[in-house]
């Protein structure tokens, strides 16, 4: 089963041939063929079969009334499926294959390995409460979010799902050994948020408005169902709370060898993590830099922290804080378009909406892409994280400052324009379907982070000739914002490592986003929990400095004939590969990445 997120999913279409098991030495044509068959088995078989939602989330119906299971003998049968299929795709001879080919078998390999990684080592299901409960949520949410069916339809999926969850929680309680207690915290933390959705919008999805159900059968069905979820959660929660914390004792860290082994696996990273910990505290003290010289210019009688006050003030409030980030998307397409930053294939916008219950812990603002064999519900939901009304007023005020003038605009630009939506839109002419399936993070973050700079470098709400003071103050602010974002991902790239191989507390990890970071103690505690999991989210800036090194390298090569538009739309057509397969596409050669 999955236990992470992708950019965007994609499977191979069935193939109208089979062929016989891989042989050592092939002609071109036999190891092509070969390695499309053995990749479409692969989606179809593992990749699908053992992760069900993820069918659903890529517009793949037929797998909607599935639901992942957590068994501990199932786990085993996904752990052989993927040795057998590194077994295979390993005996692929990559030089009878051309060179984009060659890539993509790799990225396969590499996928295949990280999954053993995680399944044999890092092994989630058993340290995690959170993937049980929440992922259950998700399952239900991704048939719940889109109308890409009738309701009663959708109703009936929903139905068949929910029957199995139940038993998912049960194989928790069978699985769950010693996890971290920040892991059983934050299970905790979400629960009542899934409870709640089951309660409240699960049921106002289906059986209210004038897009409500009618299926009389399946209605009385979901009663049942949905009553038996909620039941579960409740249970699940209870024991949580009684069984599982006070004897949630166990480790989060990663260590060096297995973090390293992910990053290999997952960013086709190897660079030691002593050299990557220098790379992060060097654009940390860059930015860091930079951010003081703006905060002087702001109010040279001011200090950094004193002006970085300041801009937390200015923000929306908290019911208009969707419609603010609506109202950047004009201004944003505006300029993209005339200052030819890169093309962007649809007129059509995202939605705005509030983040999903089961992800509002660990995150402020993301972008939900529709799956690519959506025929039917092609809108993309820009996600963003709002006050709880259990929230005190210092909660409140303290989580809402995270979104303050500057940092409004970076994240526009990072999770739309032309952040992750514009790359979403671009999907249908990436270069192979491998590359539409399988995203390296520092490619799909790493570009997000990417944009956020450079369009304040070229010149996105800069002031103009002949401003007003205001206006330049507010345009320096907007640069003060993005500047704390760069921080708040240098912050996560030296976390990341410090986390996973124990130079680091969870209380020392928050204080560093609060002093070296520049975040709220709100947002850093977010940030912590999140990182003890998400252990490699160094790929923001990790990712960004190697496409800023990526068209350095070839601004150098191309001289004068260089143009940023098509750098970025040649960026866009490799995919979601890792940027050391597009560095060898576009520059032609096997440079370091940094």
Do not use: C
Request: no cysteine.
């Amino acid at each position: 089963m999955r236990f992470y997120n992708l950019a965007a999913l994609l499977v191979l279409g069935t193939l109208i041939f089979t062929l016989a098991a891989p042989a050592q030495h092939l002609s071109a044509d036999g190891a092509l063929q070969t390695f499309n068959f053995l990749a479409d088995q692969y989606f179809s078989e593992v990749y699908f079969h053992f992760g069900p939602t993820a069918g659903t989330q890529a517009g793949l119906h037929q797998y909607d009334i599935q639901l992942e299971d957590y068994s501990a003998a199932n786990i085993q049968k996904e752990i052989a499926a993927l040795h057998t299929y590194e077994k295979k795709i390993e005996a692929i001879d990559a030089s009878a294959l051309d060179a984009s080919i060659a890539a993509d078998r790799l990225i396969l390999l590499n996928n295949i390995r990280s999954q053993l990684l995680s399944l044999e080592v890092i092994r989630p299901s058993e340290k995690n409460p959170d993937i049980y409960s929440s992922g259950i949520t998700n399952s239900a949410f991704v048939i719940m979010e889109r109308p890409y069916a009738s309701p009663n339809i959708r109703l009936r999926s929903l139905v068949a799902r929910e029957k199995l969850m139940p038993e998912v929680l049960l194989e928790a309680r069978k699985n769950l050994k010693n996890p971290p207690k920040i892991y059983t915290e934050i299970a905790l933390e979400q629960i009542d948020g899934n409870i709640s959705f089951f309660q409240t919008d699960v049921p106002s999805a289906f059986l209210s408005g004038t897009d409500a159900a009618t299926d009389a059968e399946a209605k009385a069905a979901f009663a049942k169902t949905n009553a038996a979820v909620i039941d579960a959660l409740k249970s699940y929660a209870a024991w949580l709370r009684s069984d599982l914390l006070p004897g949630s004792n166990g480790d989060y860290k990663l260590g060096a060898a297995t973090f390293a082994k992910k990053l290999s696996y997952d960013e086709m990273v190897d660079i030691p993590l002593d050299r990557l910990l220098q790379i992060a505290f060097d654009d940390l003290h860059k930015n860091q830099a930079e951010f003081a010289r703006v905060a002087k210019e702001i109010d040279p009688t001011k200090t950094p922290q004193e002006v970085l006050s300041e801009l937390a003030s200015i923000h929306p409030a908290p019911d208009k804080l969707l419609s603010t980030f609506q109202d950047t998307f004009s201004s944003l397409i505006t300029f993209i378009d005339t200052h030819h930053i890169i093309t962007i294939p649809s007129q059509v916008e995202p939605t705005l909406e509030e983040t999903p219950p089961f992800m509002r812990a660990t995150t402020f603002a993301s972008m939900d892409p529709p799956g690519p064999f959506e025929t039917h519900s092609n809108k993309a939901y820009f996600n963003v994280t709002l006050p709880e009304k259990s929230w005190t007023a210092p909660h409140v005020a303290e989580h809402i400052a995270a979104f303050n003038v500057g940092t409004i605009i970076s994240t526009s630009v990072h999770e739309a324009y032309p952040g992750h939506y514009v790359q979403f839109l671009w999907t249908p002419q990436f270069p192979s379907t491998i590359r539409k399936v399988l995203g390296a993070n520092t490619n799909i973050e790493g570009w997000a982070h990417y944009t956020e700079q450079m369009m304040l470098d070229q010149g996105y709400a800069a002031a103009p000739p002949d401003a007003t003071p205001a206006q330049i103050r507010e345009a320096k602010l907007i640069r003060l914002g993005q500047l704390q974002d760069a921080l708040l991902r240098d912050a996560r790239f030296v976390n990341s490592i410090k986390l996973h191989t124990g130079q680091f507390t969870f209380d020392q990890a928050v204080d560093f986003f609060v002093t070296e970071g520049y975040q709220s103690h709100a947002a850093g505690l977010v940030e912590t929990k999140r990182g003890t999991a998400d252990a490699t989210y160094l790929y923001y800036t990790l990712g960004k400095l190697e496409i800023m090194k990526l068209r350095t390298d070839l601004m150098k090569k191309q001289g004068a004939a260089f143009n940023l538009e098509d750098f970025h739309n040649n960026f866009m057509r490799q995919g979601f590969a890792p940027i050391k397969i597009i560095r060898k596409a576009m520059l032609h050669d096997d440079s370091p990445v940094l």
